[in-house]
């Protein structure tokens, strides 16, 4: 078992940045894949990106390519989202979430937090 908790999200103009951080529970933290995903109103949720448990791979959602970083500290068990160069279009609750299973596919993930909202105005 794992509880997320995220923090970071506020309102910021286009061309700024916002840097998510989500803290973990439990003790096993290094042994789950982590991802972020982000949900518009009347959109499905979106796989922004996500960090293997080994930390060697990464993912990105092609729209947040080249702008977004996602870490992670093992030692601290929290993951961040570094987000630059936001758009309008970034608007959204972002959530964390984490696995052990397929960290791929938005299906795979067991555990989410609760969100954050952010906000970008043009």
């Known amino acids: 078992q794992v509880q997320l908790v995220e923090s970071g999200g506020g309102l910021v103009q286009a061309g700024g940045s916002l840097r998510l951080s989500c803290a973990a529970s439990g003790r096993t933290f290094g042994n789950y894949a982590m991802g972020w995903f982000r949900q518009a109103p009347g959109k499905e949720r979106e796989f922004v990106a996500a960090l293997h448990w080994s930390g060697r791979n990464t993912y990105y959602g092609d729209s947040v390519k080249g702008r977004f970083t996602i870490s992670r500290d093992n030692a601290k068990n929290t993951v961040a989202l570094q987000m630059n160069s936001l758009k309008p279009e970034d608007t959204a609750v972002y959530y964390c979430?984490?696995?052990?299973?397929?960290?791929?596919?938005?299906?795979?993930?067991?555990?989410w937090g609760q969100g954050t909202q952010v906000t970008v105005s043009s």
């Open positions: 979430a984490a696995t052990v299973g397929n960290w791929l596919t938005v299906d795979g993930y067991n555990y």
